[in-house]
């Protein structure tokens, strides 16, 4: 039977979601637990390939256990195997063509920021440290430009397929918007969209604070997009600031 | 010249603040990258001794440098051979005298709690996960008795000193609060002390989570401390979810 379930871990001890032999990847651990649990081999399938450093908390994913398998059980097998880096929840049979990745309709991802003079080393991991002063107007002026549908090509790193002809880049942009700063400076992106191609938000990310930071203006982002150059727009932002926050279906 | 400096830190690379060599250690790579700063061996002195996996935002050190080292300078290499796991600001010339330990008046700790059914992996840690309800206003009644001047033996693991008479563990509690929880379920313990003795901060926690958990009341907490015995306190809760918040001269 199919199983669907959501999955929230720390970037920093995996190489990344995708499965990679030989090196600790998310799926490697769940792949792994599960497949202990069950006493076959099980292999999932994300909403979200997340890069190396990335965290989540709202992944989705789904895989095939056998028919009766109790998930209430499974799940405190895997999370007994997988903690407290990943933990997995709200598991619930699913229909027979559900896939996590293709059934999704739209994902949110929160990207943070620690917009403070100082680092906090608490916060090292999982925040991209920006120690200027931003122009929070600008950025959310230049934000409110990536709204809709584009050709992104200029926000995302192409995947070499080798096809004659090159999948498409166009996605549609939900919504955009800046939350924050608290008190102490963290300021949180919170971006969502059908879906995303690859290093996109961070591209994104990359570009708005080269525009809080004076270097460039919001003015300029319709021409970043239409230039479809990756060179056009800012250095993507680090990931440990990016969470697969949650997938829509 | 004697130098004091604030500095923050993640407890999770660390064996603990004291230096003790082989391991690694606060104190040890402070030590390393002042001494290289500067060409010859530095000691740093701490405020508190904090134990393995304890994290520092205000930790306050004191150490001997060359005289008319250049403080800037000198704090710019030391954060740079050490981040992002460990943060030095706030470097001043301070009095010969000066002692990080023995000049401070008080110190501030805070202890996080994830209060939530689930847990989450970007807060593992940095917080003591504690699924089931708790009872905020029977913890708060039971802090209220720590208050004051007390001996603190039953929340201390006493040190072994051989010496004929035992150094006193009696403290004086200048303040304990809850902040939160907030919309996440992270609650927060605010105590702030002359000094502690040593594990009183996990100890008092460890205790008054019992008490939220129901598992003791909150009248007895007079009677855990007149017993002047560890085993009538609650276990002390983990160290990661421990900060040394500030430290007061």
Do not use: K
């Not at 525009?211 to 021409?223: C, F, L, N």
């Amino acid at each position: 039977m199919r199983v669907r379930a959501r999955v929230a871990y720390h970037g920093a001890p995996f190489h990344g979601f995708a499965d990679n032999p030989g090196v600790p990847t998310v799926a490697g651990v769940l792949n792994e637990s599960l497949g202990r649990a069950v006493g076959e081999p099980v292999a999932v399938t994300c909403a979200g390939r997340t890069d190396r450093g990335v965290h989540a908390l709202g992944q989705v994913v789904s895989f095939d256990v056998p028919d009766g398998t109790d998930l209430g059980t499974l799940a405190r097998s895997v999370n007994a195997q997988c903690g407290p880096a990943v933990f997995m929840a709200d598991l619930v049979v699913a229909a027979d063509d559900f896939d996590a990745r293709f059934s999704a309709t739209g994902r949110t991802y929160r990207y943070r920021i620690l917009n403070h003079s100082e680092p906090d080393p608490l916060l090292a991991d999982q925040s991209w440290h920006v120690p200027e002063p931003l122009d929070l107007e600008a950025m959310a002026e230049a934000g409110r430009y990536l709204l809709g549908v584009h050709d992104f090509t200029s926000f995302c790193r192409r995947p070499r397929t080798g096809r004659a002809v090159e999948p498409s880049l166009v996605r549609r942009v939900e919504a955009l918007s800046w939350i924050g700063p608290d008190g102490e400076g963290v300021l949180v992106l919170e971006i969502t969209a059908s879906s995303f191609c690859h290093q996109m938000v961070r591209s994104i990310v990359g570009t708005l604070v080269a525009v809080g930071q004076g270097q460039r203006s919001a003015a300029d982002i319709p021409a970043v997009i239409a230039a479809g150059d990756r060179q056009a727009a800012g250095r993507p932002a680090p990931p440990h600031g990016l969470v697969l926050w949650s997938v829509r279906y």
